[in-house]
């Protein structure tokens, strides 16, 4: 016997048609098999919406104790904060970039504040890292942000300097480099800046 129409039969209701019963019946499955089903789609995106947002937070947490304060979308937004906080950070800073366009081109106000806190020689550490320009990984890139298939490309055959991300990065260290230079040329002690890629 089905277990609706022994739940009906026992509730002792007025007698109704079999027709009308077994019409009912199958709403009840309809109905209970939908709410089966949203339950366990809910708990499917549940699991996997708790797992990224774990993952985001971990993220989150591994930047924090990297000391990283913030993170941009947009790098046009990022930069008057960036360079109000170099402005006022002394002691000891590390800086990452890829090209470090926007930090050591000779219009950018962090280079100016380096060749200043070199001039006045600052009691700063510096340490830059850039990414290699004759790296694998900066001649993909580059190839990539002009619009070039990579798998379709010989590395080894593409000379690094023609790409702008490349290039950027060849003038970035030309800029820290001269910084250097005069720091050795002045006698700076205080101020202490190293480069590494």
Not at 51 to 61: A, G, V
Not at 70 to 86: G, H, L, T, V
Not at 169 to 181: F, K, N, V
Request: proline fraction near 3%.
């Amino acid at each position: 016997m089905n277990p609706i129409f022994w739940i009906i039969g026992r509730l002792r209701l007025p007698m109704i048609e079999p027709e009308v019963l077994r019409a009912l019946a199958e709403v009840l499955r309809v109905f209970a098999t939908g709410v089966f089903i949203t339950t366990l789609v809910s708990s499917i995106l549940n699991f996997y919406f708790q797992q990224e947002i774990n993952r985001h937070f971990s993220i989150i947490d591994g930047a924090e104790r990297a000391g990283i304060i913030r993170i941009y979308e947009d790098r046009n937004a990022a930069m008057p904060q960036i360079n109000s906080e170099f402005q006022r950070a002394r002691g000891k800073m590390e800086l990452l970039a890829i090209s470090g366009t926007d930090f050591f081109q000779s219009s950018c106000r962090i280079l100016k504040e380096l060749d200043s806190m070199c001039s006045s020689d600052s009691n700063v550490q510096v340490r830059i890292l850039l990414l290699d320009p004759r790296s694998k990984h900066a001649v993909d890139r580059s190839l990539i942000e002009e619009g070039i298939d990579i798998s379709k490309e010989d590395i080894a055959t593409v000379d690094y300097t023609d790409g702008k991300l490349c290039h950027d990065t060849l003038i970035a260290l030309d800029q820290l480099e001269r910084i250097l230079r005069e720091k050795m040329a002045n006698g700076r002690r205080n101020f202490d800046m190293q480069v590494q890629m």
